[in-house]
C-alpha cells in the first residue's frame, strides 16, 4: 500500500509542530518571569495540592498570629489594670486600718469614708476599662456594653460571664469575665464567714477567725452555726443542717456556754473566733461556709456606711474594720491571681506565637518546593527550548520552499 502526501500536507504538519515548540518556548519565559513553576493545577496536580494545603495551612496559621496579638493586647491591658486595682485596694486597706485609732472623731472617720468612696469610684472606673476599639475587657462575652454599673443598690453586672475567645482552636482570650474578678472573691477567711446580727447597744464583734483543724470540719455547703447570747455572759451554740433545720450544738447539755470577752472560741469543730465586747440579749453571731460572690464594690459600700455614721458605736466600728480587713484581704488574693493569670497568658502567647511563626515559615517553604520555579533549571531548559524552536524554524523555511515538483527528474 502507498501514500500519497501532498506539499500543503507536509507544511501543515511543520506548521504545527513549529507552532508547539513557539508556545512551548513563550511558556518557560512566562514561567521564568514569573517565578512559578506551577501556575495552575494542570502543570502539576500532585504539587498544586501539596502547595494548597500548604497555602491554606498558612492562611489559618496568619489568622492565628492576628488573633494572639488581640488577645496579647487584652491581656496586657487586663495585666497593668489589675495592678492599678491592687494599688488602690491596698490604699483601702490602709485607710481602713487607721480607722481603728479610737482617737478619731466622727469628722475624722467621715474623712477616711471619703477616702475610701474615691477608691470605690477609681476601681469602678477600672473594671470599666475598654481597649482601642471600645470593647470592655472585663465585660466577658458581653464586652460591646458597660460592663458595672452602679445603681442605688450597689454596683451591678451587666456583662456576660467567661471570657470571649479569638479562637477555637486555641484559648486566646480576647475579654476577661468580670462577674469572677471583681464579684467573684471568696468570702470570709476563704474557708468559713463569721457574720453578726446585733441588738441596739450592744457592743459585740466577731473576729474573721481560723481554721484550727482542717481534717476536723464538719461545714458542708448550705450548713451554718449560730452562736446566740441569751444574756450578756451565756451563749448557746446551734447547728442548722442544709434542710434549715436546727438542733443544740453538741448536744443540749452541752450547747451553753460562758461568754468571756476576746476569749477564743474553740467549741465548733475544726474552727476558733472570738467574739469581744459587750453583747446584748437576742445577740446572733453566724458561721457559714465561704462562697466566692465576695464584691469589692459591696464590702467598700459596708465600710463607707458604718463610717460615714456618726452614730456607729466602738462595736460597729471594730466589727467593720475587722470584717472589712478580712474581706479586702480576700479581694486582692483574687485579684492577683487575675493578674498572674494574664501574666501567664502572655507567657504562653509568646510561646504559641513563636511556634506559629515557624508552622508559617515551613509551609511556605512547602509551597515554594512545591509550585515555585528552580532559576538555575529554568534558564537551562529556556536555552534548550529556544535551541530547538530556531532548529525547527529553520526547518521550517527550508521545507516552504520546497514542492514535490523540486523531486522531479531526480
Do not use: C
Not at 276 to 291: H, I
Amino acid at each position: 500500500m502507498t501514500y500519497r502526501i501532498a506539499s500543503a500536507q507536509s507544511r501543515d504538519s511543520s506548521l504545527l509542530a513549529l507552532q508547539r515548540h513557539e508556545k512551548s518556548v513563550s511558556d518557560a519565559r512566562e514561567r521564568l518571569i514569573s517565578g512559578r513553576r506551577v501556575e495552575k493545577p494542570s502543570d502539576d496536580p500532585a504539587a498544586a495540592a501539596r502547595g494548597e494545603r500548604a497555602r491554606v495551612n498558612q492562611t489559618r496559621s496568619e489568622g492565628l498570629l492576628r488573633s494572639m496579638e488581640a488577645s496579647r493586647t487584652a491581656m496586657s491591658l487586663t495585666e497593668s489594670t489589675m495592678g492599678s486595682a491592687i494599688d488602690v485596694v491596698q490604699s483601702a486597706r490602709e485607710t481602713l486600718i487607721s480607722a481603728g485609732n479610737g482617737a478619731y472623731s466622727a469628722s475624722d472617720r467621715a474623712t477616711l469614708a471619703n477616702s475610701l468612696k474615691n477608691a470605690r469610684s477609681e476601681l469602678l472606673r477600672l473594671a470599666n476599662t475598654t481597649d482601642t476599639g471600645d470593647h470592655f475587657i472585663f465585660g466577658g462575652q458581653g464586652a460591646e456594653r458597660t460592663a458595672f454599673v452602679d445603681t442605688a443598690g450597689g454596683v451591678i453586672y451587666q456583662g456576660v460571664a467567661e471570657a470571649a475567645q479569638a479562637s477555637e482552636e486555641e484559648a486566646l482570650p480576647l475579654s476577661v469575665d468580670g462577674q469572677a474578678t471583681w464579684m467573684g472573691a471568696r468570702s470570709g477567711n476563704g474557708v468559713f464567714e463569721t457574720s453578726a446580727r446585733v441588738v441596739s447597744g450592744s457592743t459585740a464583734w466577731i473576729s474573721a477567725g481560723s481554721v484550727s483543724n482542717p481534717s476536723a470540719l464538719e461545714l458542708g455547703e448550705g450548713e451554718s452555726y449560730e452562736l446566740t447570747f441569751t444574756d450578756s455572759s451565756t451563749y448557746t451554740l446551734t447547728r442548722i443542717a442544709a434542710d434549715g433545720s436546727s438542733s443544740p450544738y453538741p448536744d443540749a447539755a452541752g450547747s451553753t456556754r460562758a461568754y468571756v470577752s476576746g476569749q477564743t472560741i474553740t467549741a465548733l469543730p475544726g474552727m476558733s473566733f472570738a467574739v469581744s465586747g459587750t453583747p446584748q440579749t437576742g445577740d446572733v453571731f453566724t458561721v457559714e461556709p465561704s462562697t466566692e460572690d465576695l464584691s469589692v464594690f459591696d464590702a467598700l459600700d459596708k465600710m463607707i456606711s458604718v463610717l460615714s455614721d456618726a452614730s456607729s458605736n466602738s462595736g460597729a466600728l471594730e466589727q467593720v474594720r475587722n470584717s472589712g480587713l478580712r474581706d479586702l484581704d480576700q479581694v486582692l488574693s483574687n485579684l492577683q491571681t487575675v493578674r498572674s493569670r494574664a501574666g501567664d497568658t502572655l507567657n504562653r502567647l509568646d510561646g504559641f506565637e513563636s511556634r506559629t511563626e515557624s508552622r508559617i515559615l515551613a509551609d511556605q517553604e512547602i509551597r515554594s518546593k512545591s509550585e515555585d520555579l528552580d532559576l538555575a533549571s529554568a534558564i537551562s531548559d529556556l536555552s534548550t527550548k529556544e535551541t530547538v524552536y530556531q532548529a525547527a524554524l529553520k526547518s521550517y523555511a527550508t521545507i516552504g520552499k520546497m514542492s514535490l515538483f523540486d523531486y522531479i527528474g531526480t
